[in-house]
């Protein structure tokens, strides 16, 4: 499944985390996915903040979405291993690298 076609269940984990109470949870798996949910993510962390107080928040969203990243990071390293994080960042830093030297 290429990323375009990831896109309507992104959608879908957006909807579900702000009509349901599992915010933090649909945010973080949609956040693995792509980073730009980190944005809703840190949005609905300073909604419960000014609803409520920031321990509530970070209850409530804080400690959720952290335990869902680890956990799904684990995952991974499980499945994949942990030698392709260390690719992955090598490879992502070689071609910043890439870019940057062929700009003037």
């Known amino acids: 499944m290429s990323n375009g076609n990831f896109q309507p269940v992104l959608t879908a984990l957006w909807g579900v985390a702000y009509a349901c109470n599992g ?4 945010l ?3 956040a693995i996915v792509k980073v730009q949910t980190v944005l809703p993510l840190a949005v609905a ?7 409520a107080n920031g321990r509530s928040a970070l209850r409530k969203i804080g400690v959720p ?3 869902t990243f680890l956990l799904l990071l684990m995952a991974g390293a499980l499945v994949c291993g942990w030698e392709s994080y260390g690719e992955w ?3 992502t830093y070689d ?5 940057t030297a062929l700009s003037p």
Do not use: V
Not at 23 to 26: E, G, K, V
Not at 45 to 51: A, H, K, L
């Open 23 to 26: 915010r933090a949870i649909a």
């Open 65 to 67: 979405s952290l335990l």
């Open 95 to 99: 071609k910043s690298q890439e870019t």
């Open 45 to 51: 962390f300073c909604d419960e903040s000014q609803c």
């Open 89 to 91: 960042l090598r490879e």
């Open 28 to 30: 973080s798996l949609a």
